[in-house]
């Protein structure tokens, strides 16, 4: 690390960290290394959570419901207050660019980690800080730069600019409530989702419109700047390997961008930190296309540390929490933009809670088990422990691993064998769509842009569960069942005279039903028969902590397994997969067994159903839009897949719903072909 000379002002004595999940855990690992007591906030469903724990002190907030607990600036700040906390940093998202919580510090005599409130609402309104960087001369992507405007205007605005736009939330960021619409008969109803979803995330349905850059690449600059007007960048993050607008993975530097382009962002970011009095960590985003290298405008700074910064740390060798924290401190900068340089190159990777079979909709449970990688050049920043609730509270990231190599290809195939020794059982996570991304041959080129992953559609989400891992699942449960004093309450085919066939079923993702036949030998010798195939003699050893290596055909795997139940989790180089007890689960739409029909609509995942569309008696269409269900602040709209009348609305308006809950229950009948509320074509990826 760049060392920091000593100033006459000391460094805080204690620091409350607003915030949870990873972030929390990273501020406060720095706060520990700087030898500062750390103050943790947390809500009831994080009561337990891994930052409570890593925290000096921990305080109660309320209950799990964000606006409650850490969007509440009254109780943050008392907390801060009733534990002697002289600073509060925010970490990220939550309240981290709400100025509310600057002025509320300022009020109370505590020092807030971050820019100055001016910067924070000038930048914070995204078409005002538009008009600011304008008058700074800093280019930015024509579009509306109107306050105000009712759904005709944006209409208005929107051909005018000319289609493709994007529709984006004046407030927040992440993605949420982001459209992107081709066509003028979208622009209404898109408008109207986009409001709603920015509404519910931000408290705010200001939208504005943006033309559509098409090959979009996202790149973002670091700024540091410190009270005495001294401003830096730290290079740029390239950010363009994204899904419905929501970064995946993060790398530096650019392999797009050149020397002399880094220099010209980089002028341009300054001027922007400049051009609104900041101080402190802050990113600005800009949007290139990939057919024009040299061509590139302003669309945000966030006021904020980012979750990609782990990148710019390992390259320049700094800890931006600490530069943080002492400019805060009222120190300035220890170093010249001409002092900065980079070594190497780092990648990111995202690990959510969410399934990428199933659109990547958000997943919950208990982790019962998790490995996290270690190694050189790799870092891990995570906020989850065993035994660590995921539910639909909050953001469904929980972990990021970070590779650091002396070249891009050294950093991939650091990342790559790291997320490979990566075990997340008890919840789905994107771990496997990592990998099967960084094996990508445009992502290993470097030809990136932010609608790669959707045009690989399913070859970047489908994975077949491995044999070995079905064997492993099978057996497990009956090796234990070996060790029972009784033979003949052991169900492992255990016969006077010799060993016979004991046939298991499973319920496989993306297999389906799949039949086991088991013929047991000494030892961990096993022959094995998968839906009727031809025998194949396995070995199934077990080991500590849930290792387990399965050799089928010759062929050893390694996996990390847990049994839970009627649920055998089995991962297996950073994939995992529930394998159950056969139990015939239905899909979202469940035929009932009188074959006339009928079915239930059922939610895809946990969450709360922010709109009941249908009432019992109407008569709907096939494709009609039924329910809106959200988790985690993001929407899922649900569709009628046949034509029928609504005999039942289970689900009730701003009430929970838990995976595979009833939703809505459809009898068939005829009905007019009629499609006004037909389903409209997913938004593609732009920030």
């Known amino acids: 690390m760049i060392g920091v000379p000593d100033v006459s002002r000391p460094m805080f004595s204690t620091v409350l ?50 606006s409650e607990s850490y969007l509440d600036v009254d109780r943050v700040v008392a907390a801060a207050l009733t534990t002697g906390a002289d600073a509060i940093h925010p970490g990220y998202g939550f309240l981290s660019e709400n100025p509310a919580l600057a002025d509320a510090c300022e009020a109370h005599g505590i020092v807030f980690v971050g820019p100055p409130v001016a910067a924070i609402r000038a930048m914070g309104d995204k078409i ?51 459209r992107l619409v081709r066509d003028e008969a ?6 109207e989702s986009a409001r709603r979803e920015a509404r519910n995330a931000f408290g705010d349905d200001t939208i504005l419109v943006e033309r559509y850059v098409v090959n979009p690449r996202h790149v973002e600059i670091q700024v540091m700047a410190d009270t005495y007007g001294n401003v830096v960048h730290l290079g740029e993050r390239e950010c363009s390997l994204q899904r419905r607008h929501q970064k995946i993975m993060e790398e530096a530097p650019s392999p797009f961008v ?48 980012q979750v990609e910064h782990p990148v710019t740390e390992l390259i320049f060798g700094i800890d931006l929490v600490e530069l943080q924290l002492r400019i805060a401190a009222g120190e300035p900068l220890p170093f010249t933009q001409a ?105 290993r080129s470097g030809r990136l842009d932010t609608g790669l992953v959707e045009r690989r559609g399913d070859a970047l989400v489908t994975a077949d569960v491995p044999d070995a891992a079905v064997v492993g699942a099978a057996v497990l449960p009956l090796l234990d069942a070996r060790g029972a004093a009784d033979p003949w309450q052991a169900a492992v085919g255990w016969r006077h005279g010799g060993p016979s066939w004991v046939r298991r079923r499973l319920d496989v993702p993306r297999r389906g039903t799949v ?29 500590p902590e849930g290792a387990v290596r399965v050799t089928l055909d010759g062929v050893t795997t390694p996996m990390v397994v847990h049994r839970d139940g009627g649920v055998t989790w089995v991962g297996v180089a950073g994939s995992a997969w529930p394998i159950r007890d056969h139990n015939p689960r239905a899909d979202h739409l469940r035929p009932d067994a009188d074959a006339a029909g009928h079915g239930t609509i059922r939610s895809p995942m946990p969450g709360v159903a922010t709109a009941v569309l249908v009432a019992e008696g109407d008569v709907i269409a096939a494709g009609q839009k ?49 499609r006004e509320n037909a389903s409209q074509d997913e938004p593609e990826e732009q920030p």
């Open 515 to 543: 039949s086991v036949a088991l013929r047991f030998h000494g030892g961990s010798t096993v022959d094995a028969m998968i839906d009727d195939a031809a025998p194949r003699t396995a070995s199934v050893v077990a080991g």
């Open 258 to 305: 050149t020397p002399e382009v880094r220099a010209a962002m980089g002028a341009q970011a300054i001027d922007t930190a400049r051009a609104c009095g900041y101080a402190g960590a802050g990113t600005v985003e800009f949007i290139m296309s990939d057919d024009r290298p040299d061509e590139f405008f302003f669309l945000e700074m966030n006021t904020r540390l």
């Open 17 to 66: 960290v607003a915030n949870r999940g990873e972030i929390a855990v990273r501020v406060i690992r720095t706060l520990r290394a700087l030898g500062v007591a750390s103050v943790a906030v947390y809500s009831d469903a994080d009561a337990d959570a891994r930052h409570v724990h890593d925290a000096d002190v921990a305080v109660r907030l309320g209950p799990a419901a964000a």
């Open 128 to 178: 005002a800080a538009k008009r600011a960087v304008t008058a700074a001369g800093v280019r930015v992507v024509p579009g509306s730069d109107e306050a105000g405007l009712d759904d005709e205007a944006l209409v208005a605005a929107a051909l005018e600019v000319g289609l493709p736009v994007l529709l984006k939330p004046s407030a927040g960021g992440g993605g949420k409530g982001m």
């Open 339 to 443: 002092d900065l340089s980079s070594v190497g190159h780092a990648i990111e990777a995202r690990i959510y809670a969410e399934d990428p079979a199933r659109d990547f909709l958000p997943t919950g449970g208990t982790l019962h088990r998790l490995v996290e990688a270690t190694g050189v050049g790799v870092r891990v920043d995570s906020g989850i422990n065993v035994g660590t609730v995921v539910g639909t509270d909050y953001d469904p990231m929980l972990a990021k691993v970070i590779a650091h190599g002396a070249d891009r290809d050294e950093a991939l195939r650091r990342l790559d064998a790291a997320l490979s020794s990566t075990a997340v059982l008890g919840v789905t996570t994107n771990v496997g769509f990592l990998r099967r991304l960084l094996a990508d041959e445009e992502v």
């Open 626 to 674: 039924v329910a809106i269900i959200e988790a985690m602040k993001m929407e899922h709209t649900l569709m009628a897949s046949v034509d029928g009348k609504v005999t039942a609305v289970h689900a009730r308006q701003g009430q929970p719903v838990g995976l595979d809950d009833p939703v809505v229950t459809i009898s068939a009948v005829e009905v007019p072909d009629k």
């Open 186 to 191: 979208e622009l209404r109803p898109q408008i």
